[in-house]
């Protein structure tokens, strides 16, 4: 375990030496478990949702996405149950004030299923383990606590105006079922996706990334006849998986975690946890549901709406079921991350890279002229950037000796390097470097962008030019 924390360790280090994630608000001190995407993090994130919007919506018939508001008429929340039941056990610190979710506290004990626990179960446990706080103080009496996020609309603050900011993305496709209904040509089966903020006021945050008060979802609602169910939950199951190949992620450091009966979610009838193997521990990582007719069914009898689906050829009108596929954008970034970083002795010294899949890399290509002050190399160089950059996020780096400008590039995972150097000043060819192999090999300037494009659609590096 020592090791891994070191390897955490390791990795958020680089994450702000190299421009992917640095605190929020760091310059005032920061805040708790606030972080943001610097530009390489960004370009990994962004290439990330691409990726799965294409996938998952551009390349499916039967997919249509939405970008629904942050903030919902507050009787959304009362109709899904969160107003009434999205809360959390909470105890505090009496010496400190600090707060702790109980049933994380009763785990660390060795309590198992805590968190499938009643209140008042885990109050009895309290004291019958005479817990303390993780500073050894007394604990104040448990109690319930709403996480979300609580606003006010207009500038009159009482409970006439008061709104919340949404907890999960998944709401706003069923409330927007009669309008994608009425204004596509769907029908059952279809999935509605969406990408999106949500907000949760999580009790306890940590481990970098991977809890957050402000977090990104990537989430499907795929309507279904009941009785197709558990075919569905299977097909999407493994569609998950092969998202998760996709991404790089060692097979064996995931797992399916088939969440027991009593541990359910009030809304779900079925729920696998697919979990990876952090550094800190083995954690979900997404989570797919069977829903039931349970949200839609809320919504019609909350709404007054008629939200059922009508069959063009058999006229059976129906509530549709839901099976839901759920991948946290920023788990996934924090996964591909630690999966990526390695640690490698080249001549003698340790070389960092991060070995990013070639599409999930937010650079995809750096260009050095060999020497800054030499005019023609730099006219090249930068005639190559230009021809490359339209179509990849390409940089120039012109600073210092080449070999500190590879592990510069290595570090943030860019897997081409192209340097100009003299002799493409004699034949118009440019070596291009390869960052997990280190080979390299020559090929002629003006044909850089056709190269690329084989590279990136998955053509073996050496068989793209003459080797060096």
């Known amino acids: 375990m020592e090791k891994n924390e070191e390897k955490m360790n390791k990795v958020i280090a680089l994450t702000k030496r190299r421009g992917f994630i640095y605190p929020g608000s760091e310059i005032y001190g920061g805040l708790a478990n606030s972080w943001d995407y610097g530009p390489n993090g960004t370009e990994l994130k962004n290439n990330i949702k691409n990726e799965w919007w294409k996938r998952f919506v551009q390349a499916r018939q039967d997919m249509v996405g939405v970008d629904a508001a942050l903030i919902m008429n507050p009787k959304v929340w009362e109709a899904s149950g969160h107003v009434g039941g999205f809360n959390d056990p909470l105890v505090e610190d009496k010496k400190t004030h600090e707060r702790y979710r109980l049933d994380h506290l009763l ?3 060795g309590v ?8 008042e179960e885990m109050t009895k446990k309290v004291k019958e383990l005479k817990l303390k706080s993780p500073k050894g103080n007394e604990l104040t009496e448990p109690k319930m606590f709403n996480l979300m996020f609580e606003t006010y609309l207009g500038p009159i603050k009482d409970e006439d105006n008061k709104a919340y900011l949404r907890p999960e993305t998944a709401q706003a496709m069923f409330v927007d079922f009669k309008n994608i209904i009425d204004t596509t040509r769907q029908r059952i089966p279809f999935g509605v996706a969406q990408i999106g903020k949500a907000f949760r006021n999580e009790i306890t945050t940590g481990n970098f990334i ?3 008060r402000e977090f990104e979802q ?7 006849k009941e009785e197709d169910w558990e075919e569905q939950f299977e097909y999407w199951l493994k569609e998950m998986h092969g998202w998760i190949e996709h991404l790089g992620l060692d097979k064996k450091k995931v797992r ?3 969440v027991p009966k009593d541990e ?3 809304y779900s009838k079925r729920t696998v946890d697919i979990e990876y193997e952090y550094p800190f521990g083995t954690k979900e990582l997404y989570g797919l549901a069977y829903r039931t007719d349970h949200d839609l069914k809320n919504h019609m009898e909350h709404s007054g709406q008629d939200l059922r689906f009508r069959d063009p050829y058999t006229g059976e009108r129906y509530i549709p079921h839901v099976v839901e596929p759920t991948f946290g954008v920023d788990r996934t970034v924090l996964a591909v991350l630690v999966e990526s970083y390695a640690e490698e002795e080249v001549d003698g010294d340790t070389r960092v890279v991060m070995k990013f899949p070639r599409w999930v890399a937010p650079v995809k290509a750096a260009v050095f002229p060999l020497i800054k002050k030499d005019e023609g190399l730099v006219k090249i160089a930068k005639d190559v950037y230009s021809a490359i950059a ?10 210092g000796a080449i070999g500190k400008r590879y592990r510069r590039h290595d570090e943030i995972g860019t897997p081409i390097c192209i340097t100009v150097d003299h002799q493409a000043l004699e034949d118009k ?3 291009l470097r390869e960052r997990d192999s280190m080979e390299q090999i020559r090929v002629p300037a003006d044909e850089i962008g056709e190269v690329l494009d084989k590279y990136y659609a998955g053509a073996d590096f050496l068989s793209l030019g003459e080797k060096v």
């Not at 198992?112 to 209140?119: D, T």
């Not at 339209?390 to 600073?399: K, M, Q």
């Open 112 to 119: 198992e299923n805590a968190e499938g626990m009643s209140l």
């Open 256 to 258: 399916d975690y088939e």
């Open 264 to 266: 359910l979610a009030h």
């Open 218 to 224: 990537m989430e499907i609602e795929y309507f279904i």
């Open 210 to 212: 991977f809890r957050l």
């Open 429 to 431: 060819t440019i070596t």
């Open 390 to 399: 339209p179509n990849y996020n390409t940089e120039y780096d012109e600073s």
């Open 107 to 109: 785990e660390d004990a």
